[in-house]
């Protein structure tokens, strides 16, 4: 809420359910995320809001799922679009870690699966049992060891086009509204000193 507050956007937290939020609606606006914040405040501490949402049906729920989700996905495939699709690299690396994610969270479930993996150690019975039962997590490693390990040029991982993309902006007065945060940017006029914070844009004229 803190984030939302100061209309934070440097991406100090991560929330799956917020990729899917904004490429559902579009909106990404600091001042809507702002509102939202309080407005999640505020409902917060009214009961009936609670009992009103608890009390949705189950299929509902389900539904709201079910797009939610699948914007999520479509917008992590999206982000391959830098990539080149067509290389024998990227298409193994892609399908390896896909098939992997989705394998191995089904296999830790598995009673006798899980015992043959159990140590001496319970939290480390317990913290490798979270990492195994998260796809993301299994496929995400897995993914960012082999783009770096098996070789391939900047082009057909998509280094050149994404330093492209994140390219210093043209237009500065956009840059400004979309990197400079209000609340902390008066505070960091008054107080300079605030610069050094690493959530606090430098000064312009550095």
Do not use: H
Request: proline share 5%.
């Amino acid at each position: 809420y803190g984030s939302g507050i100061n209309a934070e956007v440097r991406g100090v937290t991560s929330y799956s359910e917020n990729i899917g939020a904004i490429g559902l609606t579009k909106v990404g606006s600091r001042r809507v995320i702002g509102c939202s914040a309080v407005l999640m405040l505020i409902i917060g501490l009214i009961g009936k809001v609670g009992v009103f949402f608890a009390s949705m049906p189950v299929p509902i729920i389900g539904g709201m799922y079910l797009v939610m989700f699948g914007v999520i996905a479509a917008v992590g495939i999206a982000n391959l679009q830098c990539v080149d699709l067509k290389s024998s690299r990227n298409i193994f690396i892609l399908g390896v870690s896909l098939y992997i994610g989705l394998v191995v969270p089904i296999w830790s479930e598995n009673p006798a699966n899980a015992d043959s993996m159990r140590t001496s150690s319970p939290e480390f019975d317990q913290l490798s049992v979270v990492i195994l039962k998260s796809g993301m997590i299994i496929g995400g490693v897995i993914a960012c060891f082999l783009d770096n390990t098996i070789p391939g040029t900047d082009k057909e991982r998509g280094i050149a086009s994404y330093k492209i993309a994140t390219g210093p902006s043209s237009n500065k007065k956009l840059e400004d509204m979309v990197y400079r945060e209000p609340l902390f940017e008066k505070l960091a006029n008054r107080f300079p000193l605030l610069r050094k914070l690493p959530f606090v844009a430098p000064d312009k004229a550095e």
